[in-house]
Nanobody, 121 residues
Framework: QVQLVESGGGLAQAGASLRLSCAAS????????MAWFRQAPGKEREFVAL???????LYSDSVKDRFTISRDKSKNTVFLQMNSLKSEDTAVYYC???????????????WGQGTQVTVSS
């Protein structure tokens, strides 16, 4: 029943920042883990960051200290603040909801449509 819609992607220069949003409808984030994944053409979907219902966060080594995942519960929205962008961050970014905390995309059952992030150098 719940639907997720990502937004905020676009073209950015290396070193710049972008903030992605994931708006949920038809439900809430209560007692679910929310995560961001990304996928470049010809590559597997890659874990980026997660946020548990209790506020625990986890980041991939490639984005830690640069990206921050957060939530606005009043708006049922999850954010991914991306700073110090690199060309290797170029990908389609997806938000997802799962019943357990995991870096594996197979553990998430609800996905957004994705938003393109392109970083130029």
């Amino acid at each position: 029943q719940v639907q997720l819609v990502e937004s905020g992607g676009g073209l950015a220069q290396a070193g710049a920042s972008l903030r992605l949003s994931c708006a949920a409808s038809g439900g809430t984030y209560s007692n679910y883990a929310m995560a961001w994944f990304r996928q470049a053409p010809g590559k597997e979907r890659e874990f980026v960051a997660l946020l548990s219902w209790s506020g625990y966060t986890l980041y991939s080594d490639s984005v830690k200290d640069r990206f921050t995942i957060s939530r606005d519960k009043s708006k049922n929205t999850v954010f991914l603040q991306m700073n110090s962008l690199k060309s290797e961050d170029t990908a389609v970014y997806y938000c997802a909801r799962g019943s357990v905390m995991s870096y594996s995309p197979t553990q998430y059952t609800i996905w957004g449509q994705g938003t393109q992030v392109t970083v130029s150098s």
